[in-house]
């Protein structure tokens, strides 16, 4: 389903959303539900250029306390701008409500239920009758990172999955402030709400560690109705600031695979 897509079935549901928590949030003081990490470079400007989905540019402005304020996606064709409206239990904005319980995400658009293990996020669950799913599997602190995506939830077939590698016989590879490219893909199980890319300690996706290496596979029906499957394997390359904040992440495959895989993600930091 497509970001534009997307907005258009939750736009009618927010309105109501909205109304509802600000209700909440006037009728009682409560303490925040959310802790902001401070004292870094925040994320100024994300560029994507993708084989697979094609052009994306967004610009982030922040208020005074640091909090998102406002985005400017543009896509190549048109530029959409989406506010941000923090309350001290939920995050609203056009991509949909992130509902907010001792730091974390808890619930999006009160009908995905989100999933955490020692702070990192592991499910992403529709919990209406269609239960797509989306998983993440973490290993050693974020030295390995999974997504699978699933069509009819627990009982549900695999449809895509994208690995991220730590060669270990390299040395390991750190940018300051944190990658942005994991809450990127995380942000998929969120309809790629930019939120997380800005606020990744909210998903539970904040890490420093770079990736040497990705895998992502694809799954489909074939004509006798079997379940196939095609892989592409690729290298990760990357450029820093003068102050070691990643500028540049380059994904490519280098197998031959004849699908072929590309994305280059451009990172500006204020």
Same mark, same amino acid.
């Given at each position: 389903?497509? *970001?534009?897509? $997307?907005?258009?079935? *939750?736009?009618?549901?927010?309105?109501?959303?909205?109304?509802?928590?600000?209700?909440?949030?006037?009728?009682?003081?409560?303490?925040?539900?959310?802790?902001?990490?401070?004292?870094?470079?925040? *994320? $100024?400007?994300?560029?994507?250029?993708?084989?697979?989905?094609?052009?994306?540019? %967004?610009?982030?402005?922040?208020?005074?306390?640091?909090?998102?304020?406002?985005?400017?996606?543009?896509?190549?064709?048109?530029?959409?701008?989406? +506010?941000?409206? %923090?309350?001290?239990?939920?995050?609203?904005?056009?991509?949909?409500?992130?509902?907010?319980?001792?730091?974390?995400?808890?619930?999006?658009?009160?009908?995905?239920?989100?999933?955490?293990?020692?702070?990192?996020?592991?499910?992403?669950?529709?919990?209406? $009758?269609?239960?797509?799913?989306?998983?993440?599997?973490?290993?050693?602190?974020?030295?390995?990172?999974?997504?699978?995506?699933?069509?009819?939830?627990?009982?549900?077939?695999? $449809?895509?999955?994208?690995?991220?590698?730590?060669?270990?016989?390299?040395?390991?590879?750190?940018?300051?402030?944190?990658?942005?490219?994991?809450?990127?893909?995380?942000?998929?199980?969120?309809?790629?709400?930019?939120?997380?890319?800005?606020?990744?300690?909210?998903?539970?996706?904040?890490?420093?560690?770079?990736?040497?290496?990705?895998?992502?596979?694809?799954? %489909?029906? +074939?004509?006798?109705?079997?379940?196939?499957?095609?892989?592409?394997?690729?290298?990760?390359?990357?450029?820093?600031?003068?102050?070691? @904040?990643?500028?540049?992440?380059?994904?490519?495959?280098?197998?031959?695979?004849?699908?072929?895989?590309?994305?280059? @993600?451009?990172?500006? %930091?204020?």
């Amino acid at each position: 389903m497509t *970001i534009m897509k $997307t907005l258009k079935f *939750i736009g009618i549901a927010i309105g109501t959303i909205l109304f509802c928590v600000n209700f909440s949030a006037c009728s009682k003081e409560v303490e925040p539900q959310y802790e902001l990490v401070t004292g870094e470079k925040k *994320i $100024t400007r994300l560029e994507i250029n993708s084989s697979d989905f094609g052009y994306s540019l %967004w610009d982030f402005k922040y208020d005074n306390a640091g909090k998102l304020l406002k985005v400017i996606h543009n896509n190549g064709e048109y530029t959409q701008e989406h +506010d941000y409206v %923090w309350n001290n239990d939920a995050i609203i904005s056009p991509y949909g409500v992130a509902s907010l319980n001792d730091g974390l995400i808890r619930n999006y658009n009160s009908y995905y239920d989100v999933r955490y293990n020692d702070g990192r996020l592991v499910e992403i669950t529709d919990l209406t $009758t269609s239960k797509y799913a989306y998983r993440f599997s973490w290993i050693s602190s974020g030295e390995f990172y999974s997504r699978g995506v699933y069509d009819g939830g627990t009982q549900g077939y695999l $449809t895509e999955s994208f690995r991220f590698i730590y060669d270990s016989d390299m040395p390991t590879i750190k940018t300051n402030g944190f990658n942005p490219i994991i809450p990127y893909v995380l942000s998929s199980g969120f309809y790629e709400n930019p939120l997380c890319v800005a606020h990744p300690e909210l998903i539970g996706g904040r890490t420093d560690i770079l990736p040497t290496h990705f895998s992502k596979t694809y799954y %489909w029906f +074939d004509e006798n109705d079997r379940n196939v499957s095609e892989t592409i394997n690729g290298i990760c390359n990357y450029k820093f600031d003068g102050e070691g @904040y990643i500028t540049e992440c380059n994904m490519c495959s280098d197998d031959g695979n004849e699908f072929g895989f590309e994305e280059k @993600y451009t990172i500006v %930091w204020n």
